[in-house]
């Protein structure tokens, strides 16, 4: 689901801004696009309302990500009992003109799929940068 339709408290919102201040600081050409989902029926029924979707768009395709856009999904579960909302994992997709060009998952095996993958030490920060979601979601108060 759109960050910005879950920053609906101010731990949420508080956590959405970290992440992408996160992500800017490792790449700041970035740009950050909390409505990365268009609002129309047919894509409203392909968003999964546990997570957070951002959008990060380069202002070209970048030969260093293979993509020129990224798409990060934060995974999350509820705790039916305590009600506290935690990261099972992130997914970060790139794309560029001709579509999906990669995808990383974290609830998986942390490795890249896809036509082309970002240079290895580009893949590296974007690993580190899913380890910092993660250690966000679920272990800040």
């Not at 800017?24 to 546990?50: E, G, H, I, M």
């Not at 893949?123 to 250690?135: S, Y």
Request: proline letters at 5%; charged letters at 25%; aromatic letters at 10%.
């Amino acid at each position: 689901m759109n960050a910005a339709e879950q920053a609906l408290d101010l731990e949420t919102a508080s956590k959405i801004a970290t992440v992408v201040n996160l992500f800017k600081l490792k790449f700041p050409d970035a740009r950050a696009d909390l409505k990365p989902w268009a609002n129309d029926s047919d894509t409203r029924d392909l968003v999964d309302p546990d997570s957070i979707d951002i959008g990060f768009h380069f202002p070209g395709r970048s030969r260093l990500f293979q993509s020129r856009s990224i798409l990060v999904q934060i995974r999350l579960y509820q705790d039916p009992l305590t009600k506290i909302r935690r990261a099972i994992g992130v997914e970060a997709v790139g794309f560029d003109h001709k579509g999906k060009q990669w995808r990383l998952s974290t609830i998986e095996n942390w490795a890249f799929e896809g036509t082309t993958q970002p240079v290895p030490e580009i893949a590296q920060e974007l690993k580190g940068f899913c380890r910092e979601i993660l250690e966000l979601f679920n272990y800040s108060s």
